[in-house]
Nanobody, 123 residues
Framework: QVQLVESGGGSVQAGGSLRLSCVAS????????MAWFHQVAGKEREGVAS???????TYADSVKGRFTISRDNAKNTLYLQMNSLKPEDTAMYYC?????????????????WGQGTQVTVSS
């Protein structure tokens, strides 16, 4: 059974940093595309960053140069390093895993989801 468990969210001031982690079990993340999404209440879930099985990465324009996605295959863990955080980054952040993903920031491409971790950035 595939499980994804996120951690690392919290409250920070604008300009601060957070590192999110997503520990996977039940499968090897190296074989899957992995991604981070965020969602604000009442709005659609949006892709933030993804990393394909070959290691190639994709970022939403809003986070380019500030966020970095990475994975540690030995630890079966996905990360999102978030720097220079802005109030508009405030959201619930979810990690996701998908197989044979074509559009890497499209939520429907992903089959497995974590429960989410809240990130709040104050001005």
């Amino acid at each position: 059974q595939v499980q994804l468990v996120e951690s690392g969210g919290g409250s920070v001031q604008a300009g601060g940093s957070l590192r999110l982690s997503c520990v996977a079990s039940g499968y090897a993340i190296s074989r899957y595309a992995m991604a981070w999404f965020h969602q604000v209440a009442g709005k659609e879930r949006e892709g933030v960053a993804s990393i394909a099985s070959d290691g190639s990465t994709t970022y939403a324009d809003s986070v380019k140069g500030r966020f970095t996605i990475s994975r540690d295959n030995a630890k079966n863990t996905l990360y999102l390093q978030m720097n220079s955080l802005k109030p508009e980054d405030t959201a619930m952040y979810y990690c996701a895993a998908g197989y044979l993903v074509a559009d890497h920031l499209r939520p429907l491409e992903y089959n497995h989801w974590g429960q989410g971790t809240q990130v709040t950035v104050s001005s």
